[in-house]
T-cell receptor, first 116, second 112 residues
């Protein structure tokens, strides 16, 4: 596609439910990132995938958060047993290369997650 | 880990004047510094970036300067226009560590 695509654009769910957020990176981009942006705040790194390497999960805030990337393309971020503090915009980004190349990261529109 | 501080948090500038946003970073090994513009409800858009082997980069009305010794970099917008109103984020990244560390953002308002 022309850009990074995320779905859904908005998600409202009850506390305690599980949610899945999807990211479709720019075609050919090997690096994929997830960030979280709370209201009026900066971007908080969550997880990074590069090709077939093991992901860098160092930014995941708790074991309720997990992510996978199938076939080196689409990624899914899963939040289990959601809490109100999980409410935020979840942004995905991709770049053509990964480690050492310092290529620009291109962002999707994000998923606005609201936990009631 | 890396820590990026950004100032000011809010900035109001008369249309046509210049705006300057400053960031400092803690990791001397950081070597890539992008700037993103985020309009309300929109995705962050890369507007300019600089690598540590240069001290300044310009793109029309936008410029970024980097002082490696002092570990700070700045965004300069000249001849500001109403469409420049947005939140601007700086970020830093170190070779071999692909996690961008973002500043907390500057809300820039251009006053017509």
């Amino acid at each position: 596609g022309a850009g990074v695509s995320q779905s859904p654009s908005n998600k409202v769910t009850e506390k305690g439910k599980d949610v899945e957020l999807r990211c479709d990176p720019i075609s050919g981009h090997t690096a994929l990132y997830w960030y979280r942006q709370s209201l009026g705040q900066g971007l908080e790194f969550l997880i990074y995938f590069q090709g077939n390497s093991a992901p860098d999960k160092s930014g995941l805030p708790s074991d309720r958060f997990s992510a996978e990337r199938t076939g080196g393309s689409v990624s899914t971020l899963t939040i289990q047993r959601t809490q109100q503090e999980d409410s935020a915009v979840y942004l995905c980004a991709s770049s053509p290369w990964g480690a050492g190349s310092n290529q620009p990261q291109h962002f999707g529109d994000g998923t606005r997650l609201s936990i009631l | 880990g890396e820590n990026v501080e950004q100032h000011p948090s809010t900035l109001s500038v008369q249309e046509g004047d210049s705006a300057v946003i400053k960031c400092t970073y803690s990791d001397s090994a950081s070597n890539y510094f992008p700037w993103y513009k985020q309009e309300l409800g929109k995705r962050p858009q890369l507007i300019i970036d600089i690598r540590s082997n240069v001290g300044e980069k310009k793109d029309q009305r936008i410029a970024v300067t980097l002082n490696k010794t002092a570990k700070h970099f700045s965004l300069h917008i000249t001849e500001t226009q109403p469409e420049d109103s947005a939140v601007y984020f700086c970020a830093a990244l170190r070779f071999g560590n692909e996690k961008l560390t973002f500043g907390t953002g500057t809300r820039l308002t251009i006053i017509p």
